[in-house]
Every structure is written in structure tokens, then in C-alpha cells.
């Protein structure tokens, strides 16, 4: 490995179904961060998603053997990440209407469609649906999944109630998905990156 100057994905999983550690060490250093990102930006929770992380990687380099060379090692790792976020929501560890209904929902991405749409195509896809909604229901949305506000303190911002603020998210998140579903399910991955 000394020799290769950037080894491929496919290399580096080569080498570490081999038990080469440095392998690990460089997969770890390529995709820790995004993967941490991608996992705190569903649970909002910096310990637990450092936790979720860690143990991810734990798991890659024990089960090694049973990691597809061929396979899109980014993509395997934000599925990876992804179900054990949607594990941990289900087992009640989190608390969370839309994030339940999430996870129900996006159980159905195949683990091949990562290969099929980048994350970026998504994104744009999913922001195009965004741009569609109604005026009022659009500004509630971005409210809560780009400012972050909470239900409460977009209803006190808009002067409507939380139940109305809910019931526009959630017909919201309706449509969004409604669009997405001419392309693979995987645009519902991306959706969980716009979740509270």
C-alpha cells in the first residue's frame, strides 16, 4: 500500500478484507466525517451520532470479509449509516413522529439506487419539488427543515398554530415524496437529511 499514492475505493476494500489496517485507517479517514455529518443531521445529537459512527466503523472492519469489492463503498457506508439511524428510531432509543414515519418509508431504498443517483442529483431534484409547493406551505417547510425552527416557534413567527404548522409539513413532505416517486425510492433518503 506504501507504493499507491490515492488507492481507489475498490483497492482500499481489497486490501482491507486482506486485514490490511492502514486500509482501514485511510477508508476511515475518507468517509468518517461525511458519514458523521450524514448520521447527525438526521439525529441532531453529536454523541450519539459519533457513537452510531464509530460503531459503523467497528462493524466494517470486523465484518471486512463480506464487503463487495465492486460495490460503491460510499454508497455502502451512507446505507450502512442510514439503517442504523432508522434501527435506532424504531428500537424507541428516538423519539419522533416524522422521523417513525421515515423510517418506515425509507427502508424500501435499494442498495443499489445509491449507484444509480448521486446525492447531488437528488438534492437538486429534491429542491425543485421544494420550489413547487404552494407559497405558504413552502415557507413553513423551509422554516422547520432549513432554519431549523421548531413547530412552535414557526407558528408564533406566522401567526398560525403548531397543529397547522405540522399539517403543512407533513402534506409538504407528502407532495415532495409524491414527485420523487417517477425516480428510485432513494430520493426519500435525502429527505432525511431535511428531517428534525
Known sequence: MADVITPTDQELVALLKQGDEAAFKAIYD???LPIF??????????????????????TVW?????INENANLAGYLHIAARNRVLKAIQKGKLRNDYLNSLARFATEVSTATIDEITERELSNM???????????????????????????????????????????????????????????????????????
Not at 443531521?41 to 466503523?57: G, I, W, Y
Not at 470486523?62 to 463480506?66: D, E, H, R, V
Not at 402534506?171 to 416517486?181: E, F, H, Q, T, V
Open 30 to 32: 475518507r468517509y468518517a
Open 37 to 58: 455529518f450524514q448520521v447527525n443531521q438526521m439525529l441532531r445529537d453529536e454523541e450519539t451520532s459519533k457513537d452510531l459512527v464509530q460503531d459503523l466503523f467497528i
Open 62 to 66: 470486523s465484518k471486512a470479509a463480506l
Open 126 to 196: 429534491i429542491e425543485e419539488a421544494i420550489e413547487k409547493l404552494p407559497p405558504k406551505m413552502k415557507e413553513v417547510f423551509e422554516l422547520s427543515r432549513k432554519q431549523n425552527l421548531t413547530y412552535s416557534q414557526i407558528a408564533e413567527q406566522l401567526g398560525i398554530s403548531d397543529k397547522t404548522v405540522k399539517k403543512q409539513i407533513h402534506n409538504a413532505l407528502k407532495i415532495i415524496k409524491g414527485k420523487l416517486n417517477t425516480i428510485p425510492p432513494a430520493g426519500i433518503l435525502l429527505l432525511a437529511f431535511l428531517s428534525k
